[in-house]
């Protein structure tokens, strides 16, 4: 059975679904992903517009018609994976935090066992795992806490070890009410690169990998401890280098921050908790977009945007 594309179109100067072919010097584009469910207010997914600088949730582009033809055809080569994208973030703001991570995690595993993310693991180059013994680094000064992702030889890329880690760390900032200040760093050249690809794909049952994310959860931790969180990006900031220190109170960012969800490329969502920390910074329309488009985000927008809170200049 083929089901229709779930990409619909509406041109605020020309009427809904104009022709694709087509560019403009000017546009306002709503781009739909999928149906409209029952209890959720608006059916847009992503607002476009040539204009500078416009408020959220509009996303601004060189050319409206050429990125929505290019999120069109994103759409059509991973549609299971953009409608369940844009399903979860609509359901978010009905769900409390804690569920919200429970749905991206049953999203992301249902979508673990897809053919396209399985056609993808088939495609990438094999990876050799470099587990370290100390993933992570922790550091106490009277009422403050100081921890440090140090995979730097991997960019901090977050495996099982390094996730284990992180939330031990977490936990003890939950627990110690005495600490009232927390930094999150990462060692070497990038903040993190996001989740080790030389792990994707080992969990071979999707079902007990939902288990395992939502009890062992970095994410679900900084929920709980995000306010007293200062997180300090620099380099790469991919995937969850974003999800996770989104939910940090204060957001600092080096001049040479890169930010990019490149999930939906593999056929997942963002599943350390984007779908959950994102909306909270920017809305549910710029994290579609991102999350859709997989295009890098620099310091200056992700500033102008609101999901960092200053951006340092020096080192």
Same mark, same amino acid.
């Given at each position: 059975?083929? %089901? ?16 694709? $072919?087509?560019?403009?010097?000017? $546009? ?14 608006? !059916? ?6 040539n204009e500078p600088d416009p408020p959220r949730p509009w996303v601004s582009c060189a050319d409206a ?38 749905? =991206? ?11 396209v993310f399985r056609a993808w693991l088939d495609s990438a180059p094999a990876r050799t795992p470099r ?15 100081? *921890? ?18 992180? !939330? =031990? ?9 005495? +600490? ?5 760093? #990462? ?37 709980? !401890? ?11 900031? *991919? #995937?969850?280098?974003? =999800? ?7 957001? %600092? ?17 963002? $599943? ?9 910074? +920017? ?8 999350? %859709?488009?997989? =295009? ?20």
């Amino acid at each position: 059975m083929t %089901l229709p594309s779930p990409f619909i179109l509406v041109d605020l100067d020309r009427g809904p679904n104009p022709g694709l $072919g087509t560019s403009g010097v000017t $546009g306002r584009m709503l781009v739909g992903v999928a149906e409209k469910p029952v209890g959720v207010d608006g !059916c847009f997914d992503i607002l476009l517009t040539n204009e500078p600088d416009p408020p959220r949730p509009w996303v601004s582009c060189a050319d409206a018609y050429a990125t929505a033809r290019r999120l069109a055809e994103i759409v059509a080569d991973r549609p299971a994976a953009s409608v369940a994208l844009t399903q979860v973030l609509r359901m978010g703001p009905a769900l409390a935090p804690p569920d919200r991570l429970v749905a =991206e995690s049953l999203a992301y595993s249902t979508l673990q066992a897809s053919a396209v993310f399985r056609a993808w693991l088939d495609s990438a180059p094999a990876r050799t795992p470099r587990p370290s013994a100390e993933p992570v680094a922790l550091a106490r000064d009277a009422d403050s806490l100081s *921890i440090t992702l140090d995979r730097p030889q991997a960019r901090n890329a977050m495996d099982a070890g390094t996730r284990d880690a992180l !939330c =031990e760390a977490l936990e003890v900032a939950v627990l110690d009410p005495s +600490i009232i200040r927390v930094d999150l760093y #990462g060692n070497g050249p990038a903040f993190c690169a996001g989740g080790d690809l030389s792990e994707f794909g080992s969990a071979r049952d999707p079902a007990q990998a939902h288990l395992v994310r939502v009890h062992r959860s970095p994410a679900a931790l900084l929920q709980r !401890c995000g306010a007293r969180v200062t997180a300090h990006l620099h380099g790469a900031c *991919i #995937g969850a280098g974003i =999800e996770l220190t989104a939910f940090a109170g204060r957001v %600092l960012a080096a001049p040479d921050t890169v930010i990019r969800l490149p999930e939906v490329g593999m056929g997942l969502i963002p $599943g350390a908790g984007g779908t959950a920390s994102l909306p909270l910074r +920017i809305g549910r329309e710029r994290t579609a977009y991102l999350a %859709l488009s997989g =295009e890098a985000l620099g310091a200056g927008e992700a500033l102008r945007w609101g999901l960092v809170d200053e951006v340092l200049q020096g080192d």
